[in-house]
């Protein structure tokens, strides 16, 4: 049976508009307990055009580790080459594509406005849910 993108993404994405700062990007990781937030353009961040990508990695390797402020825009930190799936896609396509681009995590784009995000974990534990990284994906985070 062929497994979609939409069944296993996480939905409703976090966004942040380019302007936003470091440490608000930051701390809305912390609140919410995710590792990627989405920077789009517009006044309605949901149904924006979708403009970057920031991850927490994203934070340290392009912002602190370069000398940036936490009043930084997130602009300047985030991901500009975007790689995107639709929710139709399948799993083993969109895994491919994460391999290809070198990428943990891809928006999931539907009539232009991103509706989720799926990761490496998500897959993992679709997989192998008994492996290292299913196991890891899918527990309980420990905040």
Do not use: F, H, Y
Request: proline share 6%.
């Amino acid at each position: 049976m062929t497994v979609t993108v939409r069944e296993i993404m996480a939905p409703a994405p976090i966004t942040a508009r380019p302007d936003a700062t470091i440490r608000e990007v930051s701390q809305i990781m912390r609140d919410e307990d995710i590792g990627t937030v989405l920077i789009a353009d517009g006044t309605e961040l949901i149904g924006s055009e979708l403009i970057g990508v920031v991850t927490d990695r994203d934070l340290v390797v392009r912002s602190l580790a370069t000398g940036l402020g936490p009043d930084t825009p997130v602009r300047e930190a985030c991901s500009r080459q975007l790689w995107t799936v639709d929710p139709e896609t399948e799993v083993v396509q969109a895994a491919d594509l994460m391999r290809n681009a070198a990428v943990r995590r891809l928006p999931v784009v539907s009539d232009g406005k991103a509706i989720g995000v799926v990761s490496l974990g998500d897959i993992a534990a679709l997989g192998a849910p008994e492996s290292v990284l299913g196991g890891i994906s899918s527990a309980m985070p420990d905040t």
